[in-house]
């Protein structure tokens, strides 16, 4: 599957009679890269959820390849091309690393599990490890393998720095930006690494408690010192 383009109008979302979310709307082309930056509890893992189809819809579209999924369950999403690696990294703890990541291939050949050892050399070392005895950092780094092995065509990673050494995190942010330079996934961002976010993506929203306060390219964000520190609470960019 291409890459798809995401298209979201209106949306407002929650959990109960909660609403987390509220009235937003954005746009991604096919293939580019979206950050989705804010302090904590604003809302992004919410948004993320929404898209996913795991929140309470209240109103709003979302398009994915023209077609609107937000009346869908979770599943059908999946199956029209939605990947989601959730903030709480969702590892099989009872299954190998391997099996694992065969669960992520779906229809596509054994063989192409090798991509993933490619782009995580410690999972391959750790293949035949349980889910459960796996450290943070390589249960994040399993989780998102897992994702990128079904080839969907749009991809929400929720924070998947976390936990990882500085130098991995530089390698997967290049494989992440190989993924959408080859056209094969539109890919959104949450991160709390501001600098890394903002050097990955091509445009960027800010989330103040469920609302997008501010959206524009990552260069503009990087000018704008007062919205930086207003937004993101940070006294500089890290
Ligand atoms: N399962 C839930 N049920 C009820 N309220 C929730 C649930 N998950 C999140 N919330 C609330 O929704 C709001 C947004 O939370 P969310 O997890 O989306 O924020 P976030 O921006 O991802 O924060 P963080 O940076 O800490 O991950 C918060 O007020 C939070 O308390
Ligand atoms: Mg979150």
Not at 37 to 43: I, K, P, V
Request: hydrophobic residues 40%.
């Amino acid at each position: 599957m291409p890459a798809a383009p995401l298209e979201v109008v209106n949306l407002s979302a929650g959990y109960g009679p909660t609403r987390v979310i509220e009235g937003i709307s954005f746009s991604v082309p096919a293939g580019a890269r979206l950050a989705v930056l804010g302090r904590n509890g604003m809302g992004k893992t919410s948004l993320f959820a929404t898209l996913a189809g795991q929140t309470r819809r209240f109103e709003g579209e979302i398009r994915l390849g023209g077609r609107d999924i937000a009346k869908e369950p979770s599943a059908t999403r999946a199956r029209a091309g939605l990947g989601y690696v959730p903030q709480t990294r969702d590892v099989f703890p009872t299954l190998t690393v391997e099996e694992n990541l065969l669960v992520g291939l779906k229809d596509r050949p054994k063989d192409a599990i090798e991509e993933a050892y490619g782009m995580f050399p410690r999972l391959k070392e750790r293949r035949r490890n349980l889910g459960s005895q796996l450290s943070g950092g390589e249960q994040q780094m399993l989780s998102t393998a897992r994702s990128i092995l079904g080839k969907p065509n749009l991809l929400l990673l929720d924070e998947p720095l976390e936990g990882l050494a500085p130098v991995i995190c530089e390698e997967l942010m290049a494989a992440f930006g190989a993924l959408a330079t080859t056209g094969d996934m539109t890919i959104l961002l949450v991160e709390q690494r501001i600098q890394s976010a903002l050097d990955f993506a091509d445009s960027v929203i800010v989330l103040e408690r469920g609302r997008i306060a501010w959206q524009g390219t990552p260069q503009a964000l990087s000018g704008d010192q007062a919205t930086v520190e207003r937004l993101l609470g940070v006294g500089g960019l890290h």
